[in-house]
């Protein structure tokens, strides 16, 4: 059975940080890209970030470019989401998923499995 089981989110202040972490089990995480998407209340899922399974490469959606991080460790089956210079837009629910490459990495359809999610919310 595959889990992806976010961690890590809360409340935090304007300009503050996060570091969201994504725990991986039941599916051979080397093999898979991991990827980040968010949704504030009343508006869609969106895409955040995403590595590829080797973290040669990562893209990022251009409202978070130079504001957030994402890395994984293999060894660990763990991703993670480095978030700074947070901004009440980034409240959102956010949420891990995997995909078996990044070909249409800003589809969320395109993702084989999700983790519940975890609350950020920036207040100002």
């Known amino acids: 059975q595959v889990q992806l089981v976010e961690s890590g989110g809360g409340l935090v202040q304007a300009g503050g940080s996060l570091r969201l972490s994504c725990a991986a089990s039941?599916?051979?995480?080397?093999?898979?890209?991991m990827g980040w998407f968010r949704q504030a209340p009343g508006t869609e899922r969106e895409f955040v970030t995403v590595?590829?399974?080797?973290?040669?490469?990562?893209y990022y959606a251009d409202s978070v470019k130079g504001r957030f991080t994402i890395s994984r460790d293999n060894a660990k089956n763990m991703v993670y989401l480095q978030m700074n210079s947070l901004n009440t837009e980034d409240t959102a629910v956010y949420y891990c998923?995997?995909?078996?490459?990044?070909?249409?990495?800003?589809?969320?359809?395109?993702?084989?499995?999700w983790g519940q999610g975890t609350q950020v919310t920036v207040s100002s």
């Open positions: 998923a995997a995909a078996p490459n990044v070909h249409a990495y800003m589809d969320d359809s395109y993702y084989e499995y």
């Open positions: 039941g599916l051979p995480f080397s093999g898979y890209a």
């Open positions: 590595i590829t399974q080797t973290s040669q490469r990562t």
